[in-house]
């Protein structure tokens, strides 16, 4: 089975999730039969780096069997989901704070985080480490004062999600009893968490 490394907490969110508009994806096909469409990729001897969903993963080249699109060359690009800047950039957190734009960062870093629950490539510590990236995406956005209760509540379930995948460890035989429950439960938070940012999204401009 296919072992996906993060580098620096990076985010894997294969085939899932669609890349920023405008951009190209190549395609890695694996031995197992898979296959991952990346943003951009390079050869790096015994290792294949792909950048995905806004960070940089590394595989083993033996676990591919084709790729489709041709390697780049130098560093590879990051990017944050759905738009062209880092969503806390600094000249983002200075800008006057916008309702429907926040509204939109905060959907997008939670349909990033409920794609990553169903990837079967990663073990409970990698995906642990992918949500402990979105936490720090979703601490550095500026939300207006009707989000910040919903902001403040999806901080805690990103942290329940990083403490479940912990909980489940890095092989099957590694999870703590009540590792799946947890997990369960984080899963649906984030879902109640869209619903929660929609209706605050509806309501009137303060």
Request: no cysteine; hydrophobic share 45%.
């Amino acid at each position: 089975m296919m072992r996906a490394r993060l580098i620096g907490g990076g985010l894997v969110l294969m085939a899932a999730v669609g890349w920023p508009a405008g951009l190209a994806a190549d395609v890695i096909h694996l031995v197992n039969g898979s296959a991952l469409e990346v943003e951009a990729w390079r050869d790096l001897g015994d290792i294949i780096e792909f950048a995905s969903g806004g960070g940089i993963v590394q595989i083993a080249k033996i676990e591919v069997r084709k790729i489709d699109g041709k390697p780049r060359r130098g560093d590879l690009p990051m990017y944050s989901s759905g738009t062209g800047a880092g969503a806390a950039s600094p000249t983002s957190a200075a800008a006057p704070v916008d309702r429907a734009a926040a509204v939109k960062q905060l959907t997008e870093i939670l349909t990033d985080g409920e794609a990553l629950f169903g990837q079967p490539f990663l073990s409970g510590v990698e995906k642990a480490g992918a949500f402990r990236r979105l936490a720090e995406r979703w601490r550095g956005l500026e939300v207006p004062d009707a989000l910040r209760d919903v902001h403040r509540k999806g901080e805690e379930a990103i942290q329940a999600a990083v403490d479940a995948f912990v909980a489940e460890g890095a092989l099957p035989g590694d999870a703590a009893p009540d590792a799946r429950q947890r997990t369960e439960k984080a899963k649906a938070d984030f879902r109640s968490l869209q619903d929660e940012i929609k209706k605050a999204g509806a309501g009137k401009q303060g």
